[in-house]
């Protein structure tokens, strides 16, 4: 079947402006994660979604990142007022969260590079 | 906080040959799971490997094992008969086994390169 999907494969954009970052995660998997992996952090975790809501946010870094994600499937990652800092891949993970967690996988789709001039 | 830590950069291996990849965690849990995750040029990461820290037995899958050691919160990754294919980088990851969110902890990566 079909595995996650993220669009944009790549973007770039302006200081100032905002984007918006799309995944669509394996049909059927309740949770999904953004992750975001930049050269000096490595990779960092964002978000966890599980269905529609959004239980940890604790890895936003600022109040210009927002996300969410609407008929338990597709999810949006919103930067606002970009900063050259954004600059990263940005990933998105989803399981499906059946069976707890001695089963469960993160299966990640191909991320976002973003890039703010 | 869990915290990992990879503390090699990057690596190199001959064709056909064995590496290993270290990888060691901090944590105050006694229940959690770890995992090798790869990461080629394509940017999708791909799991190889995951062990449950319960299990005293160390988990292969095919030519990758690892060697777990609890008591040294270390977490190896071994890869036998290397490939042109295996080239990649390699991140180490942890993840809490309590709680709902199984968000990953992710060391910063060993760039594994396979020589012919």
């Known amino acids: 079947g079909a595995g996650v999907s993220q669009s944009p494969s790549n973007k770039v954009t302006e200081k100032g402006k905002d984007v918006e970052l799309r995944c669509d995660p394996i049909?059927?998997?309740?949770?999904l994660y953004w992750y975001r992996q930049s050269l000096g952090q490595g990779l960092e975790f964002l978000i966890y979604f599980q269905g529609n809501s959004a239980p940890d946010k604790s890895g936003l870094p600022s109040d210009r990142f927002s996300a969410e994600r609407t008929g338990g499937s597709v999810s949006t990652l919103t930067i606002q007022r970009t900063q050259q800092e954004d600059s990263a891949v940005y990933l998105c993970a989803s399981s499906p969260k059946r069976g707890g967690p001695s089963t469960d996988t993160q299966y990640f789709g191909p991320g976002t590079r973003l890039t703010v001039l | 906080a869990q915290t990992v830590t990879q503390s090699q950069p990057e690596m190199s291996v001959q064709e056909a040959e064995t590496v290993t990849l270290s990888c060691t965690y901090d944590?105050?849990?006694?229940?959690?799971?770890l995992f090798w995750y790869k990461q080629p040029p394509s940017r999708q990461m791909i799991l190889v490997i995951r062990q449950e820290a319960y299990k005293q037995q160390n988990a292969t899958e095919n030519r990758f094992s690892v060697n777990f050691q609890k008591a040294a919160k270390s977490f190896s990754l071994k890869i036998s008969d290397s490939q042109l294919g295996d080239a990649a980088m390699y991140f180490c990851a942890y993840r809490r086994s309590g709680g709902s969110n199984y968000k990953l902890t992710f060391g910063k990566g060993t760039l594994l390169t396979v020589n012919p």
């Open positions: 944590t105050s849990e006694s229940d959690y799971y």
């Open positions: 049909s059927g998997h309740t949770a």
